[in-house]
């Protein structure tokens, strides 16, 4: 009988809030391993047994993560081995010094789009719907190990539906930190110019109606508010400038999909794939020069405009009932007619705003309402802007 050796592996670099425990869980579970895996201030830390050539299996499984995960490092050890160790377990988070990589937050990935859009699903048109794969990590997370209790949604305590998914190595939502519905979750609130809550039956329909109608509207987003208007009403978009006072600075723009920004913008392989990237920046494009008739205001005499994609669940929302909340989502390979300014929401030069009460002070004179939420900001982030 073969002798069963014992390792213990530290892993550092991108590698908490990117599924990378269950993935571990995974591997060490169909290789008949035993032990553990936990996050900890250096990012994670394994201890395995079993054969060697399962532990090998697993050390070359091990170096192909998850999509969102970057291994920088990777340790291993020798251990003695355990007489008994019967089964392999996501243990408690340790401590330690904190050296770890927080994750990024990502788009919302397909798998959720697919959700999102499924009238018989239980998160259909869910503001916040998220999986391992994608959603908020950094914004909302207040200290590391990233887990829920250090996070904005520690005071969300999971439905029964949605503890099923974090406890089952199978689900994709398997120890997903942010995991929420509609039952247990963050929801959607909306507020006049004065931050006075309004009551209404469905926030993103009223929303949309009063940006069609030539508002402008403060929506909390990942990592703080966005200003946002119909960048096709001139007349909403001279006030916007006059309000922020950005005399001659270009706003940037967010267009349903790739299709619907091929009218406004010129394109190659490399734009479209960071675009549509998970980091979902801000591109820099050469628009034709009837642009500045067709969107007037939006970048005065420039020869690029800054466009994106949508990359929250809110965002994906606000251009469905534009669209007429098809079902499925085959609507995302179509032309929209919508087109969102979505520029930072910080009066001249100030800091992002990213708290409900900070927003309705700070931003007075300029948002006709707000589109906000009860699940916290922790973190400042800005989109990125690429050329």
């Known amino acids: 009988?073969?002798?069963?050796?014992?390792?213990?592996?530290?892993?550092?670099?991108?590698?908490?809030?990117?599924?990378?425990?269950?993935?571990?869980?995974?591997l060490a579970v169909a290789r008949r391993l035993s032990g553990f895996v936990r996050n900890d201030g250096a990012g994670v830390t394994i201890e395995i047994q079993g054969t060697p050539a399962a532990l090998n299996d697993f050390l070359r499984a091990l170096r192909q993560p998850p999509p969102l995960a970057r291994i920088d490092a990777l340790g291993i050890s020798e251990l003695p081995p355990h007489r008994l160790e019967p089964a392999f377990v996501i243990a408690a988070s340790g401590a330690g010094a904190v050296s770890a990589d927080i994750t990024p937050d990502t788009a919302v990935c397909d798998d959720c789009l697919a959700e999102l859009f499924d009238p018989g699903d239980r998160r259909y048109r869910y503001p916040f719907v998220n999986c391992t794969n994608c959603g908020p990590r950094y914004t909302i997370t207040a200290a590391l190990p990233y887990d829920r209790p250090n996070t904005s949604m520690a005071g969300f305590v999971l439905c029964r539906a949605c503890a099923r998914e974090y406890h089952d190595p199978g689900d994709r939502?398997?120890?997903?930190?942010?995991?929420?519905?509609?039952?247990?979750?963050?929801?959607?609130?909306?507020?006049?110019?004065?931050?006075?809550?309004?009551?209404?039956?469905?926030?993103?329909?009223?929303?949309?109606?009063?940006?069609?109608?030539?508002?402008?509207?403060?929506?909390?987003?990942?990592?703080?508010?966005?200003?946002?208007?119909?960048?096709?009403?001139?007349?909403?978009?001279?006030?916007?400038r006059q309000c922020k006072q950005r005399d001659a600075k270009p706003f940037a723009v967010m267009a349903a999909n790739l299709a619907s920004l091929a009218r406004w913008v010129e394109s190659d392989a490399a734009d479209r794939q960071r675009l549509t990237s998970p980091?979902?920046?801000?591109?820099?494009?050469?628009?034709d020069l009837d642009s500045d008739r067709r969107l007037p205001g939006i970048a005065p005499g420039l020869a690029h405009l800054g466009v994106m994609l949508p990359y929250t669940p809110?965002?994906?929302?606000?251009?469905?009932?534009?669209?007429?909340?098809?079902?499925?989502?085959?609507?995302?390979?179509?032309?929209?007619?919508?087109?969102?300014?979505?520029?930072?929401?910080?009066?001249?030069?100030?800091?992002?705003?990213?708290?409900?009460?900070?927003?309705?002070?700070?931003?007075?004179?300029?948002?006709?309402?707000?589109?906000?939420?009860?699940?916290?900001?922790?973190?400042?982030?800005?989109?990125?802007?690429?050329t």
């Open 1 to 26: 009988m073969t002798t069963p050796q014992r390792r213990a592996i530290q892993i550092s670099g991108q590698v908490q809030g990117v599924g990378f425990r269950p993935f571990v869980y995974r």
């Open 173 to 240: 939502r398997f120890h997903a930190q942010p995991n929420a519905c509609p039952v247990c979750g963050p929801r959607l609130s909306l507020r006049d110019a004065a931050g006075v809550p309004v009551e209404v039956d469905d926030v993103i329909a009223v929303a949309l109606r009063r940006l069609l109608a030539g508002e402008i509207l403060a929506i909390k987003g990942l990592g703080g508010f966005h200003l946002v208007c119909d960048a096709q009403n001139a007349a909403t978009v001279a006030r916007l």
């Open 279 to 287: 980091q979902r920046p801000i591109v820099l494009l050469r628009h």
């Open 314 to 386: 809110l965002h994906y929302l606000l251009f469905h009932e534009a669209a007429g909340r098809p079902a499925g989502t085959r609507w995302l390979t179509q032309p929209q007619p919508l087109l969102l300014v979505m520029t930072s929401a910080n009066p001249g030069g100030e800091p992002l705003v990213i708290d409900d009460d900070e927003a309705t002070q700070r931003l007075q004179g300029i948002a006709d309402g707000f589109v906000t939420h009860n699940r916290a900001i922790l973190a400042r982030c800005e989109d990125s802007v690429v």
